[in-house]
Each structure stands twice: as C-alpha cells, then as structure tokens.
T-cell receptor, first 114, second 113 residues
Framework: ELKVEQNPLFLSMQEGKNYTIYCNYSTTSDRLYWYRQDPGKSLESLFVLLSNGAVKQEGRLMASLDTKARLSTLHITAAVHDLSATYFCAVDGLSSGSARQLTFGSGTQLTVLP | KAGVTQTPRYLIKTRGQQVTLSCSPISGHRSVSWYQQTPGQGLQFLFEYFSETQRNKGNFPGRFSGRQFSNSRSEMNVSTLELGDSALYLC????????????FGSGTRLTVV
C-alpha cells in the first residue's frame, strides 16, 4: 500500500523567508503532483513532476522530484502573504493494469506572517 | 477552456437518505476520479472511471457507487447516508494516465444531519 508522508504539517513563516516542504512516499512511482488549497476551496494544480530529476518553477515556488529517494520537495522563496494556503503532494500509483489513483499526503498548512 | 464542473455545490441531507453528485470533466478528458476530503481522514480515493468502466475503487463501503456516461460525465451515489459521510467530494478529470495532471472541480460539500 502506497503511503505518502508530508512534513511539516504546519508551517508559520515570516514574509521574505525561505522554506522547504518535504514529501516522502513508500513505493516506486514516477508521477507526483503538488496542489494548493485555500480554505473552503478546491485543489489548484501547481506542478506535475513526471520523471526523476524533474524540477519545475513558478514564481516563488519550485518543486523537484527524486524517484530514487522517493522524495519530492516544494521550496518557497521569499514568502509573501498570498502564499498562505494548504499544500498537498499526491503520488500517482499504478494499482492494477492501467488504473491509477492519487494518494495524497496530509497537507502542509502554510501561514505567512507579515 | 471550461474546467471540471461539479453539481450541486452544497447539499444537506438527512441520515438514511441517498444522494447523487454529478461531475462533468474537461472536454476530451475520458478519465474521471472521485475523492472524499474530511478533516480527519484527509483526501481519500473513491473510484476512477474511464470510458464508462470503473477501473479502480478505493476502500469505501458498497454504499458508495458511481458510473460514467458515454459523454464522460460521471455521477457518484451514496445510499443510506451516515453522519460520517459529511465531507467535501471532489472529482478530477484527466487524459489517460494523468500525464497532463489531474484537474479538480470545485467540489460538492455534503452535510448529513
């Protein structure tokens, strides 16, 4: 059974600081996704990482994937208040044949303080 | 382009009733999957449909069922509602294999009283 562990679960950081969210998973997978969720809202896709060594950047966020270490990171650079949200990683695992399903981490609730 | 459309947005039902939720995927996406989000259990996979066939099902009781129509629209049904079924139900659409990622709808918030 695929398990996805995210840490930290809660993160308060000051504006302008840098930080990294970690996502570890337990079995082989080559597809990992990062999502953002604002309170009461749905999941907004941030990054799609499809191969070992993949690195993607959008604004102040950068995500990477190391399939050998079964680890993805979401790095936040010079945080601003608008980044306050809950961030989820999700691993796409093959369950049988071509049927895939996402297994989500518990989420990291990020609060950026002025 | 139009996103994933879920209806209704909010529902209040009584224990023992049944409910049907609808999801229209992005045009051209043939895979629709459903997820339940609760504060206690987080985001959990319910089932996935592709070309009207259920290919995968999560660890939920048989009260949870679904189907997909020839136009890729999907419905999920929950019978004999329990208080614990109160949750945000999200559907996601993708091209086959999720290579382009999964796009989520706005969700249906179900409250069982």
């Amino acid at each position: 059974e695929l398990k996805v562990e995210q840490n930290p679960l809660f993160l308060s950081m000051q504006e302008g600081k840098n930080y990294t969210i970690y996502c570890n998973y337990s079995t082989t997978s080559d597809r990992l996704y990062w999502y953002r969720q604002d309170p009461g809202k749905s999941l907004e896709s941030l990054f799609v990482l499809l191969s070992n060594g993949a690195v993607k950047q959008e604004g102040r966020l950068m995500a990477s994937l190391d399939t050998k270490a079964r680890l993805s990171t979401l790095h936040i650079t010079a945080a601003v208040h608008d980044l306050s949200a809950t961030y989820f990683c999700a691993v796409d695992g093959l369950s049988s044949g071509s049927a895939r399903q996402l297994t989500f981490g518990s989420g990291t609730q990020l609060t950026v303080l002025p | 382009k139009a996103g994933v459309t879920q209806t209704p947005r909010y529902l209040i039902k009584t224990r023992g009733q049944q409910v049907t939720l609808s999801c229209s995927p992005i045009s051209g996406h043939r895979s629709v999957s459903w997820y339940q989000q609760t504060p206690g259990q987080g985001l959990q996979f319910l089932f996935e449909y592709f070309s009207e066939t259920q290919r995968n099902k999560g660890n939920f009781p048989g009260r949870f069922s679904g189907r997909q129509f020839s136009n890729s629209r999907s419905e999920m049904n929950v019978s004999t509602l329990e208080l614990g079924d109160s949750a945000l139900y999200l559907c996601a659409s993708s091209r086959q294999g999720g290579v382009d990622g999964y796009t989520f709808g706005s969700g249906t918030r179900l409250t069982v009283v």
